[in-house]
């Protein structure tokens, strides 16, 4: 999926000021679809202060950091959602394919499926349930 001139990293086809944008910037999600889109956008953009404050405290890392030598980051390539499910009034399971490559490796198709809470109106990143 090639990213259209302009539009948003998270690959919805909008803006970055009109999607992840105001996220980025401190507007809640308006469900666990569009948070999770945040969240790679995030990751392309190397935001990984936006990465910890979506993440849900219980699952949280301490620390988040990016190596500092570019050749060993991954370069996002592009992101597939292929489900978004409501699973109660206030979670929700998102399953998704991101696509990356580091250095002049093969391209890696990264499959999750996540799991998503929403609390005070905020939602955040709890988990990612295990393959089977």
């Known amino acids: ?42 990751y392309v953009r190397g935001d990984a202060g936006y990465l910890l404050r979506s993440w849900h405290p219980s ?9 500092p030598d570019a050749r060993k ?6 992101l597939q959602v292929k489900s978004h499910v409501p699973t109660g009034a206030d979670t929700a399971e998102v399953v998704f394919v991101a696509k990356y490559r580091i250095g002049g490796g093969s391209v890696v198709r990264m ?7 929403r609390e005070h109106g905020h939602w ?5 349930v295990p393959p089977p």
């Open 124 to 128: 955040s990143y709890l988990d990612a």
């Open 1 to 42: 999926m090639k990213p259209v001139a302009g539009a948003c990293d998270c690959g919805s086809g909008r803006p970055y000021g009109r999607c992840c944008g105001p996220l980025h910037a401190g507007a809640p999600a308006p469900d666990a679809e569009a948070l999770m889109r945040s969240r790679y956008s995030a």
């Open 73 to 78: 980051r991954p370069v996002w390539l592009g």
């Open 59 to 67: 699952t949280r890392p301490a620390t988040l950091g990016f190596d």
């Open 111 to 117: 499959r999750e499926h996540s799991r998503f809470v």
